[in-house]
């Protein structure tokens, strides 16, 4: 029966996906399972993994939000030039509490329009991509910002550990940030699982009147999922700077449909209503994987989109099948003849 379970879930298939592409790169390379790639690996999925987790709470309620790297990058600039301007020479905590103030604040922002107005998400986050691009690029002159304060810029490269690789002699740094990633996992997941808001999140996905008649206040769970979004994707963006030591304006924008992407491939419902943070979090590994591992194979880094393209592509198609399959009417009689 445990083996019937797993095979149904496509949490297993992502996994023995991401098992057989780590097999042919080792064998491609023999660079793969070195304790540095590893831990290249494990830094390089900070950032994304952290975002994924966003956009995959957004996709689960049945909207989509393409305005997460945008929001993220508004938020880390603002933060950053502010400090920068007043010298700033403390540790973290002002930094923390910055961006997550703005992150919230801009979080709202959607969650209004969308839960106040019954907007599309899609609609409503595309358009509030443009206002805070627009905004940190017009009103704010946003230009590259070679220093970072200390404080931040230490923590950005601060290790847990270093892996060393004895046959090429390289080294890589587990960053501390990686905790970040790993605490906010266990925090959303104990949200998803234990709460009346992670429950909301399921049921609006699956049919939002339905939820309203349920008795889950929609509104307030849609306005408070946008202000938890905006908070981690720009705690995603300050570690980004931090690991960087330079903040750039735009160099994380563009990033939304590679983050969708890897939820969607770990079995998210692109419908919303199914999905699971285990599944996200291989889906974000295999997009990872990919983006990294190409230099290892001899593959050159065009032809990074094409895989990522076909990556949507797939995933989007497997998710848009499960829908189908799942409202077919023929496989409901026969569940109810079975029973």
Known sequence: MLVKKLMRQNETY?????????????????????PN?????????????????????????GGIDVSFPALASLSIYITTSTLLDMNYQGGMLLPIVMVCVLGALFGAVNGFLIAQFNLPPLIVTLGMSSVFRGFMQGALNSRQLATIPEG????????????????????????????????????????????MFGRGLYAIGGNETSARRAG????????????????????????????????????????????????????TAITGGTGSLTGCMF?????????????????????????????????????????????????????????
């Open 152 to 195: 931040m810029s230490s923590f950005g490269t601060s290790a847990l550990f270093v892996a060393q690789n004895r046959t090429s002699g390289l080294s890589s740094r587990m960053p501390v940030s990686f905790l970040i990633l790993i605490v906010v996992l266990i925090i959303i997941f104990f949200v998803l699982k234990y709460t």
């Open 216 to 267: 889950f206040n929609v509104w307030k769970i849609k306005f408070l999922l946008y202000v938890i979004v905006g908070v981690i994707a720009s705690l995603a963006g300050l570690i980004r700077v931090c690991m960087m030591t330079q903040c750039h304006p735009t160099n994380m924008l563009g990033m939304e449909m590679m983050i969708i992407a890897g939820v969607v491939l770990g079995g």
């Open 37 to 61: 790639n590893i831990v290249d690996l494990a830094s390089a999925l900070v950032v994304p993994g952290l975002m994924a987790i966003g956009a995959f709470m957004v996709i689960i309620s």
């Open 283 to 339: 889906g974000t590994i295999l997009i990872v994987m990919v983006q990294n591992s190409l230099i290892l194979m001899g593959i050159p880094t065009f032809w990074q989109g094409v895989f990522l393209g076909m990556l949507i592509i797939i995933g989007t198609g497997i998710s848009a099948y499960q829908v189908v399959r799942a409202n077919d009417p023929a496989r409901k009689n026969l569940g109810r003849a079975r029973l």
């Open 14 to 34: 992502i996994f023995f996906v991401i098992v057989l592409l780590a097999f042919v790169i080792q064998a491609r390379s023999g660079q793969f399972f070195t």
